[in-house]
């Protein structure tokens, strides 16, 4: 947090920050200053106040400089331990271009474009606000970042281009502090913020630091990040524990503080508060400390200080500085390490030039000044300077602990010790033992007061020196507006979750100016805030409308103690996910285990050589020891396409996968990737095999053809991938054939499918020619040598003739991205490095392997959420570490000769065989019998697998998409989205006989594959499938007559209609009927209407009033309205977007029953369901057509009748259109557009919505709906 905005604008304090850094440490010098006016602050000052205000002492914050971009700018910014980002003012802001005394940016601004490496990441996206009103916003960027003579490559940072604040900040909190964070309210926005990109860069083994205040006279002091310095304080370490602001989520520096002792000449006494243990944050970027009421004002009590309603404050007199008395923070129960405070770093002055004077009372005529602890009413408290100074803190971010001392004031000797490892703990710190009895306090009993006596008697009156020296006098009137009106409490706050609960409060009362209106001031005293009697309780409801971790202040608050936070650590131990602990706890074994591991998909337009690429890959890494083509012509067929009518069509139908071993040079040494990679169908009938490959997959190689570049499936793959943050690779295979063009389809990537990508290879010769590629990051050529191109001929010369290419290309790629940033950046899914080669002429497979090496995310790199089950499904992060409790999604069921097979993406833990498993959904729990790896249709068993990584199971029942834990995460993971079946089709065995071999494979079938369904039509008793198109239940038809050998009688595909109304109609049904026994009796009266905001979803109400209908015949309406919309009154298609409202009725007393019910609102409905003009809507499909410009006529001309056109564009040679299209008029539409196109145009089709069919063809269908019903009633 951001300590004082503004007062005064002094001499800067001498001396350059000495730094130094190695051996694990990097060390910081900072000082004290003032920071320059703002003149904005001063413009406004409410008057009555002035005085007050003018005799405010201004209170600086710690700075240090900084070296920013290349060539280096000097910058001097404030260390901040309440926040997490580094910002710097840019050059250009306003405040920094202004020229009026006391304007501008003093202590530097950062000019960006005179940085050759400054670099945009996200833009638009910085925007932090402090308490006090003030903010920054800009982009985030990425530069080098010096300090402490430490160099930082790509640090990223906040560039404050609309600022009121002349300074930058170095925020050093935890990563999920940061503002991107708050502001999109997800953990997994969080990048390494200074501290953990210093640990990631090996200049620190972990993330941690010291600080080091030295006392109120020296105004300097050192933060040590990666270390201890054990001359800078007393006695031994002590190691307490850091509580999370909310379950799981450590974001700020909270202790629990256990006691409090007034200790002085005369006696000592322990202070008592309603509130232990404490919870309160040490934060240094304050500059008071703050506790709870009734503990302050004992504190007063001791010391006579005064709580000034003018002030706002609590004052002593100046000569109190000189006491002997000091107060004992104790913290962590009993056992739990103290500080004493001492009371010359407890007065404060309270002005820059002569101190205000008492004007009454027993100090009439001393110097007033301000008393460094003051009172609040809420958790969390803080602890700032007037307690930081006496205290060395060691900041561990990883371990989530504190280590704190004595502070050795005036220390000049030094001896670091720096953290030994990743995760290691604070280097010669004692655990506090019994922290769980931080709980156990003394009861509340009012202190005696012995030593307040002593207090007073041993400060001395004469040779006052005021505490904080050397600040000019010249200044006593420039100060900020002040506040504070008698009741009012002033408060110097700065933890960066409360600045959020401002900015809560505000937005909820959706304004600034209301919020101030509601008792919240935004003021400028330092970063002051004033809640006036009239402030309204902020409540864990209230905040939580906000974002859920800001609400944490509040409800702490609720929790009232540190009590609450300790159970919650223990409860949620597992869930203690930050990145800092995700980064370090990471063992050097499992981060070099994970470094190398790829999970990979192939995904592409039909036909673009997926299958073929990858039987590349399994031969070049030596899975198969031969390679054979798809479709099978040599009789053998590619290994990924095993099913016997994939080889026959030569299309890929379900996704296979595989893993292999890609041993890679690295700097002369062979490093050894692990790749998982499944290969997915092109044809958007499978769709749903993309979908879920891409579900658990951490990259994907998007294959194009040289020729076609972006087709209209690569449109639908890239839409699959962004759906599920997949980063990519561009292959563009087929450079062998002839119009082969790579930077065309380079541009169509980042025209059509608006991803930026550059090619970082350009191919030597081309078309038959074709022999390999210039791998622009390393300028060297790579050819293919030896059969089937097994060798790899590298040379770093590169043919004259392509010279002058590979530079401009070069050029291109840098302009799109500094080489450096290409991994970064696809990772962020920001752009897409773009490869080439042929697969089917064995050219430039290894070099895109490599890219997928280089480029790719490993399993840790790319955040996985799962929704806490127990936790109204709030996201928590899962990460790869074989030692955490297991997490796992079943994402494809697959039946086998051997039985039922699971393929699982294992998120978290490791598995093993044997072991049990539960599943989330079905809360069962099972025991994994077997575990393999899948090798396309064949396996290999392995009986244990690492997290991260991606199996098979065998033995367990369950669903696809289905969640399995160790059984103590309350966890489930979001599943995939799976498509609207659109097309379906009356199917029967020929043989009676069959039946039992139909079932079993329709069971199967329906298992395997969300997208096909299968249900019963109870009037005409025929087994309808539906699916994704005519291939789709083609394939499953053919499937039943290989596999199981069932032949089928099959009617033709229909189109899956749905059904729903237009306007509201009213009902009032009454059923009676009487057959010897008991009758049926039920009336029902309401209406139905259209669903207006959810158009795909039904919804039944009940608004009875004097329980005319009991509830439970209400049930079994709600259920009858269900049943009647799963066949619909016109063609017996299910109905959507319709309500259904009961409102009234009757009921015999005994022919009533929930039959009668259920059957009388069926009745109704369907009766209604006409009168609300019942319609038919038929799914409209998104269609789009890709052909040589030359056919574009044609082909408006067949789209005229078939759809409306959305969009078109035309390209130099193809040209795309893109049409809305009614799925009946799209029949037989492929064999049309071949002889359109001379078989050149292609097209692909994905459900859009629906909409209401023609009127004739309504008619047409219902006619013929009710005649099918009419015969099977007279047959
Ligand atoms: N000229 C040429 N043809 C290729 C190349 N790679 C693949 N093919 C051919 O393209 C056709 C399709 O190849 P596949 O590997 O089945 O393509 P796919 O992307 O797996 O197809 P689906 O899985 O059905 O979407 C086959 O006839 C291959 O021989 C290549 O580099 N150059
Ligand atoms: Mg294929």
């Not at 350059?16 to 990097?26: E, L, M, P, R, S």
């Not at 005085?51 to 201004?58: K, L, P």
């Not at 900084?66 to 700018?73: K, S, W």
């Not at 109870?1018 to 199981?1044: A, D, N, Q, W």
């Amino acid at each position: 947090m951001r300590g004082s905005v503004g007062l005064v604008l002094s001499s800067l304090l001498a001396g350059a920050a000495q730094a130094q850094a190695g051996n694990g440490v990097v060390q910081w010098s900072i000082q004290k200053r003032q920071p320059p006016v703002d003149v904005r602050r001063l413009g406004k000052r409410a008057s009555t106040y002035e005085e007050v205000v003018t005799n405010e002492q201004t209170k600086g914050g710690y700075f240090a400089t900084c070296r920013l971009g290349t060539p280096a700018q000097d910058l001097t910014l404030q260390l901040d331990t309440g926040s997490s980002d580094i910002w710097v003012p840019d050059s250009s802001a306003k405040i920094c271009r202004a020229t009026t005394s006391g304007g501008g940016c003093t202590l530097g601004a950062f000019d960006p474009s005179d940085s050759s490496t400054f670099n945009v990441t996200l833009p638009n996206e910085f925007d932090i606000s402090y308490v006090d009103g003030s903010s920054s916003k800009g982009d985030y960027f990425t530069d080098v970042f010096e300090i402490g003579g430490a160099t930082l490559q790509n640090m990223t940072m906040g560039l404050g281009s609309t600022t009121d604040i002349p300074y930058g900040l170095v925020g050093v909190g935890y990563a999920v502090n940061e503002a991107i964070v708050g502001n999109t309210g997800n953990i997994s926005t969080a990048y390494a913020n200074l501290p953990l990109h210093m640990m990631r860069e090996g200049l620190i083994n972990t993330n941690a630091y010291s600080l080091w205040l030295n006392d109120l006279d020296a105004n300097e002091g050192s933060i040590l990040f990666g270390g201890i310095d054990t001359e800078k304080y007393k006695g031994d370490l002590s190691k307490i524990q850091i509580y999370q602001t909310q379950r799981g989520i450590y974001s700020s520096f909270r202790v629990a503080m256990t006691s409090l002792q007034a200790v002085s000449p005369s006696g000592s006494d322990t202070l008592t508060s309603n509130d232990f243990p404490i919870p309160v944050v040490l934060d240094s970027g304050t500059t008071l400390s703050y506790l709870p009421q009734d503990l302050a004002q004992q504190v007063w009590k001791e010391v006579g200080a005064v709580y000034s309603p003018q002030f706002g404050l609590a004052v002593i007199p100046c000569y109190m500085a000189t006491s002997k008395g000091s107060f004992s923070f104790g913290f962590a129960g009993p056992d739990g390490p103290r500080i004493s405070v001492s009371m010359d770093e407890l007065v404060l002055d309270l002005t820059n030039g002569s101190p205000p004077v008492f004007k009454s009372g027993e100090y009439k005529g001393e110097d007033a000044c301000e008393f460094g602890i003051q009172n609040f009413t809420q958790a969390p408290y803080l602890l700032g300077d007037t307690f930081l100074r006496s205290s060395y803190v060691v900041y561990d971010l990883v371990n989530n602990e504190i280590g704190i001392a004595p502070t050795e004031f005036n220390s000049t000797k030094s001896n670091i010790v720096a953290f030994a490892s990743a995760g290691a703990q604070i280097p010669s710190a004692t655990v506090v033992p019994n922290q769980s009895q931080a709980t156990d306090i003394p009861s509340v009993t009012s202190p005696a007061f012995a030593a307040s006596k002593g207090f007073t008697d041993s400060a001395s009156k004469d040779g006052v020196t005021n505490a904080a020296p050397g600040i000019p006098a010249a200044f006593g009137a420039g100060t900020a507006w002040m506040m504070i009106d008698g009741n009012g409490y002033g408060l110097c706050f700065s933890s960066f979750y409360f600045m959020r609960v401002i900015r809560a409060v505000a937005a909820l009362n959706s304004s600034r100016a209301a919020a101030s209106r509601h008792g919240v001031r935004y003021m400028s005293l330092g970063c002051r805030v004033a809640l006036d009697t009239a402030s309204p309780r902020w409540t864990a409801s209230q905040l939580g409308t906000r974002g859920r971790y800001f609400s944490a202040t509040s409800m702490s608050r609720a929790m009232s103690a540190a009590d609450a936070a300790l159970k919650q650590a223990k409860e949620q131990a597992a869930a203690n996910m930050t990145p800092e602990a995700a980064a370090a706890r990471m063992s050097p074994e499992e981060a070099k285990r994970l470094s190398q591991v790829r999970n990979i998909g192939i995904a592409a337009h039909i036909d673009s050589g997926k299958t073929t690429v990858t039987e590349r890959i399994l031969f070049y890494t030596g899975r198969v020891k031969a390679i054979h083509e798809v479709r099978g012509r040599d009789g053998v067929g590619a290994k990924m396409d095993s099913m016997e009518l994939e080889r026959e069509r030569g299309i890929t139908i379900q996704s296979a996968a595989t893993f292999t071993d890609w041993r890679k040079k690295e700097n002369g040494v062979d490093e050894t990737y692990h790749i998982n990679l499944i290969d997915t169908p092109g044809h958007i009938d499978f769709t749903i095999e993309v979908e879920r490959a891409m579900r658990v997959l951490d990259g994907a190689v998007m294959v194009l053809c040289a020729v076609s570049g972006v087709q209209s499936q690569t449109i639908t793959v890239d839409r699959q991938m962004k759906r599920y943050n997949v980063p990519r690779v561009s292959f563009i295979n087929k450079m062998d054939r002839m119009g082969a063009n790579p930077f065309k389809a380079v541009e169509q990537i980042n025209n059509k499918l608006k991803i930026a990508a550059a090619a970082i290879q350009i191919p030597i010769g081309s078309e038959k020619e074709f022999e390999g590629v210039v791998d622009l990051v390393e300028m060297r050529a790579i050819r293919n040598d030896g059969q089937k191109g097994i060798n790899l001929k590298i040379s770093k010369e590169i043919p004259a003739e392509l010279k002058e290419l590979a530079e401009q290309k070069r050029q291109e790629l840098i302009e799109k991205l500094a080489d450096a940033a290409i991994r970064r950046a696809t990772i962020a899914l920001k752009f897409t490095p773009v490869v080439m080669g042929s697969a089917i002429a064995d050219k430039s497979i290894q070099p895109m392997l490599d890219a997928v090496c280089d480029y790719l995310p490993n399993p840790s790199d790319v955040p996985n959420m799962a929704l806490d089950l127990s936790r109204g499904e709030q996201p928590v992060a899962l990460m790869p570490y074989n030692s955490l409790p297991f997490v796992g999604l079943a994402f494809k069921l697959e039946e086998n000769p051997y039985g039922q097979l699971t393929y699982m993406r294992v998120y978290q833990g490791s598995l093993k065989k044997g072991q049990y498993l539960f599943n989330s959904r079905s809360s069962k729990k099972i025991r994994i019998p077997r575990i393999v790896r899948m090798h396309s249709n064949e396996m290999e068993d392995v009986a244990e697998i690492g997290a991260g990584e991606i199996c098979a199971v065998f033995g367990v029942d369950c669903a696809s998409g289905d969640t399995f834990t160790d059984g103590h995460l309350p966890y489930g993971l979001s599943s995939m989205f799976v498509p609207d079946a659109v097309m379906s089709l009356s199917i029967s065995p020929k043989r009676s006989s069959d039946a039992d071999a139909f079932s079993k494979a329709m069971n199967r079938f329906m298992r395997e594959d969300p997208t096909f369904r299968l249900h019963v039509d109870e009037e005409s008793e025929e087994t309808i499938i539906s699916g994704m198109g005519e291939l789709h239940l083609e394939i499953y038809v053919e499937r039943l007559r290989r596999e199981y050998k069932v032949d089928c009688e099959t009617g033709q595909p229909r189109v899956a209609y749905r059904e729903t109304v237009q306007t509201r109609a009213d009902f009032d049904f009454l059923l009676k009927r009487q057959s010897g026994g008991p009758g049926d009796y039920a009336r029902v009266m309401g209406w139905v209407e259209p669903n207006p905001n959810h158009k795909e979803d039904n919804h039944f109400e009940t608004q009875v009033v004097g329980g005319t209908i009991p509830d439970k015949y209400l049930a079994a309406c709600g259920k009858g309205f269900q049943e009647a919309c799963e066949k619909g009154p016109l063609l017996g298609h299910k109905v959507i977007g319709t309500s259904m409202i009961v409102t009234d009725g009757a009921t015999h007393v005994t022919d009533s029953s929930d039959y009668a019910f259920n059957l009388a609102s069926q009745m109704a409905f369907r009766k209604a369901f006409d009168e609300a003009g019942g319609q038919v809507l038929e799914p409209l499909m998104k269609t789009t057509i890709t052909a040589p410009v030359e056919f574009q006529g044609s082909i408006l001309m067949l789209m005229n009748k078939r759809g409306t056109i959305v969009d078109t564009e035309v390209g130099a040679d193809d040209f795309t259109m893109v049409a809305d299209c009614s799925l009946n008029a799209m029949f037989g539409f492929s064999s049309h557009l071949r002889a359109a196109t001379q078989g050149k145009g292609d097209f692909s089709m994905e459900f859009s919505h629906y909409a209401p069919a023609a009127p004739h063809l309504q008619k047409e269908l219902v006619a013929k709906y009710q005649k099918e019903l009419e015969a099977k009633r007279t047959k």
